[in-house]
């Protein structure tokens, strides 16, 4: 698990690149992502296990 150490990016394709690009999460688990899969206190962002 990576923490986040700076404010994320404004916008919805800076996100979108830097869980990609910096913390290595494929683009299918991005859009599967819920807001129930971020922790803006603790500075986190749960990756579910693939399905299948």
Do not use: C, H, Q
Not at 20 to 46: H, K, L, Q, S
């Amino acid at each position: 698990m990576r923490r986040v150490e700076s404010s994320p990016p404004s916008s919805g394709a800076g996100v979108y690149f830097a869980l990609g690009f910096f913390a290595g999460v494929r683009t299918a688990e991005i859009m599967r992502m819920e807001w129930a899969d971020v922790n803006m206190d603790e500075g986190y962002v749960r990756v579910a296990l693939p399905k299948g």
